[in-house]
């Protein structure tokens, strides 16, 4: 029974690099086997997460990013912060706004409307601002997964039921800011709903001055340059508050964020390839086609960042030079 059970840990240890299984793959299955219940005949669940946890960091520092896992919560709460943000931004501007004053559906022809809101959007922010609420139990990563899955369906649902719903302008940074959200750290935090609360003070106000007729979404895609300008500058700062402490994390956050970033600024940079200054939203073509190059440069980007970090690793260490008169 402990032999098959040492054989399908050893499967499992496949995850791992393979210097570092010959280094210490027998000590890492002993140690499992020991903690082992008897007549255990398959490796539990949790064993099974933690060996692909723990090959993943092993494959990371590997490749140069030692300082990534780690630099992961960090990025994950200013993620779910800044989509905190702009879901009560949304929901403020357009979501609670689609009934004009004479009482008229005023949603976008040909759509219909999502009952007394603009679209099936209002599920998306109200699922992002759950995920923050949960943030401060430190149970965020079930809801953020949720809310992650709503802004991916809302798109297609919305459509087979032929209704309106958010641009993909503000789909696409909110969808790669809630894929680095999943990383949210277990502890506590109440950063996202503070900020969520403090965004929710600006636009409430502001929403009993300002009125949409008909309620729509692209009169407020400008509010993407001031989210990528906030997301730029808690970059900056987490960047240089680590590099100061010596943290190895340093820039691992802004890396990882990067790609976000970017997507916030999609739409602005489509526009400025095409030449095109007399709309305030790009082209479907242009968007999709600017998407590619986005996440190409990314990508393009963590590679050549990994590859130095590899470098340098491999470099030999100067020894001292011996000087006139050593023994």
Request: one cysteine or more; glycine letters at 6%; charged letters at 15%.
């Amino acid at each position: 029974m402990t032999g098959r059970l040492e054989r399908r840990y050893r499967m499992l240890l496949r995850v791992y690099p393979a210097a570092y299984r010959a280094e210490r793959g027998q000590e890492i299955i002993d140690t499992y086997l020991d903690l082992a219940a008897p007549g255990r005949r398959w490796p539990s669940p949790a064993d099974a997460a933690d060996l692909a946890r723990g090959g993943l960091r092993q494959h990371l520092r590997a490749a140069g990013a030692s300082g990534l896992t780690t630099a992961l919560p960090i990025a994950a709460t200013i993620a779910l912060t800044l989509n905190t943000a702009m879901a009560v931004c949304w929901f403020a501007f357009v979501e609670s706004t689609q009934v004009d004053s004479s009482g008229f559906d005023s949603a976008p022809p040909p759509y219909r409307s999502f009952g007394p809101f603009l679209s099936p959007g209002v599920v998306v922010w109200a699922c992002w601002a759950l995920a923050a609420l949960a943030a401060i139990a430190g149970r965020a990563r079930p809801l953020v997964a949720l809310a992650l899955a709503a802004t991916v369906l809302v798109a297609p649902v919305s459509a087979a039921l032929h209704l309106a719903r958010p641009p993909l302008m503000i789909l696409l940074p909110m969808t790669a800011l809630g894929l680095v959200a999943l990383a949210m750290p277990r502890r506590r935090s109440v950063t996202p709903a503070v900020v969520g609360l403090a965004s929710a003070a600006y636009t409430w106000p502001a929403m009993f001055t300002l009125s949409y007729s008909p309620a729509e979404y692209y009169p407020t895609v400008g509010l993407l340059l001031p989210a990528a300008a906030v997301l730029g500058l808690a970059n900056l700062g987490v960047g240089i508050t680590l590099a100061v402490r010596g943290d190895r994390r340093a820039w691992w956050p802004t890396l990882i964020l990067l790609g976000p970033l970017l997507l916030l600024l999609v739409n602005e940079l489509a526009l400025l390839a095409t030449l095109n200054n007399r709309s305030t939203h790009a082209s479907m073509p242009s968007l999709i086609a600017m998407t590619v190059a986005v996440l190409s440069l990314t990508a393009l980007v963590l590679l050549v960042t990994l590859h130095a970090r590899r470098r340098l690793r491999s470099r030999p260490t100067p020894r001292a030079i011996d000087g006139p008169g050593t023994v």
